[in-house]
């Protein structure tokens, strides 16, 4: 008696195909960059998404403009077999992570040049020293361009601040800085005993570029209170304008992680006016992180992935090096 046939093998390939050019499409919010991260033409990806969309009797995508959006069917949709296609694509990995040592490999890293000039030395030093074997790269982005890194797989994860959380990313904060002003030494402002807001909105402040997270911080306060505020100097990066205040040219605001102490400004710390910023890891979601990942991300919070949401809401907000959240092991 022979063995019945086997039915719907094609059918299930073809699934996996539909299911990966419709996640890929969900996460790029675009068609042609799905087709570029799956090697595929443009007219390919939408034929398999829209036969997705027959096979299931559903619509999943809209368009708005130039981006495309999911439909509530197609976000419950994204929901059940994004993690199945991450958990399909990331086998290869897996297995050979499996049988090769955590001293092998490579690492890429994606910071804006605050977070490589003062967060990350010390945490590479001791990396390093650990794992001579790992070969790291630093990918000096911030912005948009650090969260399309992220989106393309570009990196394994980011360090840096966030204001804006994109929907495709997530962000750990594990780090917290105050924001102080700095002043010439000689400054009328530097032996004030209360400064208020409107003291530093007179038109000596230098301010780094718009594209920075202080600056928008900075700018989203002024805002906030009403009160116009004139800028002196824009320059970029916090070694720059540290040097231009101590050559008397202004008064600036600055994220506590660039102070060393040895500058030669007066520092006031301003905790009453502006609230403190974060930094930790950004993710792009459902990313598998390796082991190399892992280890690192470990350095900066040692139990980043074991310590229930609960545990981490219950700390006081105003303490610094502040966990926010952990909910996952493999991907954040």
Excluded at 131 to 151: D, F, S, T, W, Y
Excluded at 162 to 187: E, F, K
Excluded at 216 to 227: E, G
Excluded at 291 to 308: G, N, S, T
Aim: glycine letters at 8%; hydrophobic letters at 40%; aromatic letters at 8%.
């Amino acid at each position: 008696m022979s063995a019945p046939a086997v039915t719907g093998a094609p059918y299930r390939q073809d699934r996996l195909k539909q299911l990966r050019a419709f996640c890929f499409t969900a996460q790029a919010g675009s068609i042609s960059r799905a087709a570029e991260r799956l090697g595929l033409s443009q007219p390919s990806v939408s034929l398999q998404v829209q036969a997705l969309e027959r096979e299931l009797g559903i619509t999943v995508l809209e368009r708005r403009g130039p981006r495309i959006r999911l439909t509530p069917d197609g976000e419950r949709l994204y929901e059940l077999a994004q993690p199945l296609v991450e958990g399909v694509d990331a086998l290869p990995t897996r297995f050979a992570e499996r049988s090769a040592s955590v001293d092998r490999g490579h690492l890429d890293i994606a910071a804006g040049e605050s977070t490589t000039l003062y967060l990350l030395p010390e945490l590479l030093r001791r990396y390093m020293a650990a794992h001579p074997g790992v070969r790291i790269k630093l990918h000096n982005l911030q912005g948009r361009e650090l969260g399309e890194a992220l989106r393309q797989d570009e990196v394994d994860f980011g360090v840096g601040s966030m204001l804006d959380l994109p929907d495709d990313v997530n962000y750990r904060a594990i780090y917290s800085y105050g924001l102080s002003l700095i002043t010439p030494q000689d400054h009328p402002l530097a032996r004030r005993d209360v400064i208020s807001l409107r003291d530093l909105a007179g038109g000596e402040l230098i301010v780094p570029p718009r594209q920075l997270t202080t600056w928008r911080l900075i700018s989203l306060v002024f805002q906030q209170h009403s009160i116009p505020y004139r800028v002196r100097l824009e320059v970029g990066g916090w070694e720059t304008i540290k040097r231009y205040v101590e050559l008397g040219f202004g008064i600036a605001i600055v994220s506590n992680i660039c102070l060393t102490g040895e500058e030669r400004v007066a520092v006031r710390s301003l905790p009453e006016i502006f609230p403190k910023r974060t930094y930790g890891v950004m993710v792009r979601r459902g990313r598998f992180l390796s082991a190399q990942a892992k280890r690192f991300i470990e350095l900066m919070k040692p139990d980043f992935f074991e310590e229930p949401e609960s545990a981490a809401r219950s700390r006081p907000a105003h303490r610094e090096n502040v966990f926010v959240a952990s909910d996952g092991v493999d991907a954040i």
